[in-house]
């Protein structure tokens, strides 16, 4: 079976057999030609080297950074769907005088990019208040909404909209919520200016 594929802009052929793929091939250069030998050896081998100069990217002839900029989700539990997102789910312990489960602080992670840690979100239920500390240059967007909260009693079996989150949408990084068994949080973030 033959398949056509390119590698770093070169067109080959891979062919497959049940125990090896064989990789046809040619070989370009950046500058020069090469000599091939017909009469080689079969051990022999031809090669050519170039000089490297690393160039300074615009950004920093330019004496300004690049800005990355990411959706971030807060929590540490990872929720169902088609798209990655995390959620914060409320903690509780059973209160020893009323035997009843009360909320307790939670702080958990804030994931960019879905693996890049750029802070810590924290549930205080004595003041009811999600509070978001980015870290590491991280900061907010510059957009109208870059924090959007939605409280879940029951948590969405697919990825939530943000688009429809009523719990919370604007700047504040301090914010009072109603209380809810978990929030899914999702923030407009960015490293660099």
């Not at 125990?19 to 090469?34: G, K, P, R, V, W």
């Not at 509780?92 to 009843?100: E, H, I, P, S, V």
Request: with cysteine; hydrophobic share 30%.
């Amino acid at each position: 079976m033959k398949k056509k594929m390119v590698e770093n802009d070169i067109p080959y052929i891979e062919e497959e057999d049940d125990s090896l793929s064989i990789y046809n091939a040619d070989t370009a250069f950046s500058e020069h030609s090469a000599d091939i030998d017909n009469n080689s050896e079969v051990d022999e081998a031809w090669w050519y080297t170039s000089k490297y100069i690393p160039v300074k990217s615009d950004e920093e002839q330019f004496g300004y950074s690049v800005c990355r900029q990411e959706i971030a989700w807060a929590g540490c539990l990872e929720g169902e769907g088609t798209e990655w997102w995390y959620y914060l789910e409320v903690n509780a312990l059973k209160n020893d005088r009323t035997g009843r489960m009360v909320p307790v602080p939670s702080t958990e992670t804030i994931w960019a990019g879905q693996f890049t840690d750029v802070g810590l979100v924290t549930y205080d239920p004595d003041l009811n208040t999600i509070s978001i500390r980015l870290t590491d240059g991280w900061r907010l967007q510059d957009v109208d909404s870059p924090v959007k909260i939605q409280g879940y009693n029951v948590l969405p079996s697919d990825t939530p909209s943000s688009g429809w989150f009523t719990t919370y949408n604007g700047r504040k990084t301090t914010v009072r919520v109603a209380p809810y068994k978990y929030y899914a949080i999702r923030l407009d973030v960015q490293l660099g200016t």
